[in-house]
């Protein structure tokens, strides 16, 4: 268990610039969530997929923002024509499914953005 | 919509003494699940504590114990002989027991000091 790998760790941009994270979720774990967190707030939902299948998305993914996960490994987020309000800790984190709502979640170290 | 409230947004507690952190939380749903997670330094989210809500039994992880109060809708935190290490933002969690809706809701966290 190598644990939920999120690539960069940091990252500062300018305003209107596209960005791409990366998230690496472990192996066997076919859900992989995305949750945008700001300084001083509890993390907030943006999207989740099960295995390649995007099933959810938060109100607060705006049409400047997209989800993959092709293959249903890895998953990337891009933001497109980045603005100061997207300045936030974006977290991936991935389960197994239990087959209810327990199963426990696993959570990477965050890529924080920065837009200038 | 379910909501997740944590109204104290700073405790402190000296090592070795015993702290609860509340929480409450609103929903229409009887089956759903709740977590505190905790938030180092290290940004990295760790599950602390889960607690089934159709269990009248309150959850225990060796320090770590819940005072879960169904009809009241509350469900606080007992941290036991405190730690430096204790010290970083926890986190209240609501997440429904039906598998349509995978989604952790957080509340704004609390930020837990541990004077020596």
């Known amino acids: 268990d190598t644990g939920v790998s999120q690539d960069p760790r940091h990252k500062i941009t300018k305003r209107g610039q596209n960005v791409t994270f990366r998230c690496d979720p472990i192996?066997?774990?076919?859900?992989l969530y995305w949750y945008r967190q700001t300084l001083g707030q509890g993390p907030e939902f943006l999207t989740y997929f099960q295995n390649e299948a995007q099933l959810e998305k938060s109100r607060l993914l705006s049409d400047r923002f997209s989800a993959e996960r092709p293959k249903g490994s890895f998953s990337t987020l891009e933001i497109q024509r980045t603005e100061q309000g997207d300045s936030a800790m974006y977290l991936c984190a991935s389960s197994s499914p239990s087959g209810r709502g327990g199963e426990k979640l696993f959570f990477g170290s965050g890529t924080q953005l920065s837009v200038l | 919509a379910q909501t997740v409230t944590q109204s104290q947004p700073e405790m402190s507690v000296q090592e070795a003494e015993t702290v609860t952190l509340s929480c409450t939380y609103d929903?229409?749903?009887?089956?759903?699940?709740l977590f505190w997670y905790k938030q180092p330094p290290s940004r990295q989210m760790i599950l602390v504590i889960r607690q089934e809500a159709y269990k009248q039994q309150n959850a225990t992880e060796n320090r770590f114990s819940v005072n879960f109060q169904k009809a009241a809708k509350s469900f606080s935190l007992k941290i036991s002989d405190s730690q430096l290490g204790d010290a970083a933002m926890y986190f209240c969690a609501y997440r429904s027991g039906s598998g349509a809706n995978s989604k952790l809701t957080f509340g704004k966290g609390i930020t837990l000091s541990v004077r020596p």
């Open positions: 929903t229409s749903e009887s089956d759903y699940y």
């Open positions: 192996s066997e774990h076919n859900r």
